[in-house]
């Protein structure tokens, strides 16, 4: 590769790739997932890869990847067993992971939430409560006032709308209550993920909004929160930006404008005030008035890597550093990986010669996981797992975002 063809980064830009507490870590029984899975209304979760045991094998791997970050959740129904009661010896495990995470040069960037509930929370109404922000934000602030040694960067929460849509609006995720008679974005379902055949009749939706509305009010007190108790951690959203475009139809614009409305900038109009920078997750597009055909992801996805240009200048909108918190394919034949990688970042190397102010990239995942309501057979992970021995194998396509993360550059 000759250094004068490469496109480089800004140079504190960090590379890494994510993972969540109950996709990777198993053994986790009491959150609202598990008890899902026990009824048989998700797949079973159950020993996952083991991550909670096999970290630092796992962090031995993404540093010989080249990576300098990495992005990852913490168990709240660990860390909060029961209500107002914290367990020490979980928190003390996460002590264990950033300091894993430290020794190999590499950045912990913790995300505080990411889906998954307690049981005392979620069978107590979770964020239909009308104290849920106060729990939250109380939550947030005891992980952070135990982890403010080793972690100054912080997400509240992960994908807040996909939380709420799913769970109050398709009815496909805890805990299953569903609105729509039909699923106007229907883009984000895949196979049997998108059938709500546990959602018994319709709900009003007022408790979709209500959720929305109060899980922007946790955002904005978990911030105020982590704050007082380290005003030097950088705290962020993760929002999961859908990217709706259009061809010249003056219809088809306005439905695109309106639909980028609803999924994306009605939730950042209440939060951004409260984030010291974003975290974009990007993995799907919708064009109205396109009669085109592209080429699936094993989720049944478009392969659209070069949409994240357009999402990252949504978001740059807001003026706040940036980050890709997650952005990925599941491809279990590692045949459009390595492409979608170099061609995905390629365009958020565009995105910042035109003014987005990008700090770093996150792919997901670094491992494959159980990838919620799907199980464990989508494949996202640049780390092959083998759900019988454990075994990881690194993917050739691991390499080709490896030589991107040293370099610091793509071509």
């Not at 980064?9 to 997932?33: C, H, L, M, R």
């Not at 799913?166 to 196979?191: A, C, E, H, V």
């Not at 049944?300 to 999402?311: K, L, N, S, T, V």
Request: proline share 3%; with cysteine; glycine share 6%.
């Amino acid at each position: 590769m000759q250094q004068d063809s490469l496109k480089k980064f800004p140079k504190d830009f960090f590379w890494g790739a994510g993972t969540s507490s109950y996709q990777v870590e198993g053994g986790i029984e009491n959150n609202d997932w598990a008890k899902a899975g026990r009824e048989g209304r998700v797949p079973v979760c159950g020993i996952a890869c083991d991550h909670y045991h096999r970290y630092e094998e796992d962090f031995d791997i993404a540093k010989s990847l080249g990576q300098t970050a990495h992005r990852f959740s913490i168990e709240w129904a660990r860390i909060e067993p029961e209500d107002g009661k914290f367990d020490m010896e979980a928190i003390q495990h996460y002590q264990k992971v950033c300091k894993a995470l430290q020794k190999r040069g590499i950045r912990p960037d913790i995300t505080l939430w990411h889906f998954t509930l307690p049981l005392w929370f979620s069978e107590t109404g979770g964020f239909e409560r009308k104290d849920s922000p106060e729990i939250f934000s109380r939550y947030c602030a005891f992980v952070v006032e135990h982890l403010k040694e080793y972690c100054h960067h912080y997400a509240t929460m992960n994908e807040p709308i996909v939380f709420a849509s799913n769970g109050w609006n398709r009815g496909t995720w805890p805990p299953f209550k569903r609105f729509s008679l039909f699923d106007f974005l229907s883009i984000t379902n895949s196979g049997r993920q998108h059938k709500a055949r546990y959602a018994k009749g319709l709900k009003p939706f007022f408790l979709y909004l209500r959720v929305v509305k109060h899980l922007a009010q946790a955002h904005n007190l978990a911030y105020d929160a982590i704050k007082h108790v380290l005003r030097a951690s950088d705290v962020s959203i993760v929002k999961h930006v859908i990217l709706f475009r259009s061809n010249k139809n003056p219809i088809n614009i306005l439905i695109a404008q309106f639909i980028n409305w609803w999924w994306t900038y009605r939730f950042m109009n209440k939060v951004y005030k409260k984030c010291d920078s974003v975290g974009l997750n990007y993995y799907l597009q919708k064009k109205f008035g396109d009669r085109a055909t592209y080429i699936k992801t094993d989720m049944d996805w478009d392969i659209y890597p070069e949409g994240i240009y357009d999402c990252l200048m949504m978001l740059a909108r807001y003026n706040k550093p940036l980050f890709v918190s997650e952005a990925g394919i599941a491809d279990a034949k590692d045949d459009r990986r390595g492409t979608y990688i170099t061609t995905q970042v390629n365009a958020v190397w565009r995105a910042i010669q035109n003014g987005a102010d990008v700090r770093g990239h996150f792919y997901w995942s670094l491992l494959d996981n159980y990838e919620w309501a799907l199980g464990f057979e989508k494949r996202f992970g640049l780390v092959k797992i083998d759900y019988t021995t454990l075994e990881r194998k690194i993917r050739p396509s691991a390499y080709i975002y490896k030589t991107i993360c040293e370099q610091n550059a793509v071509q």
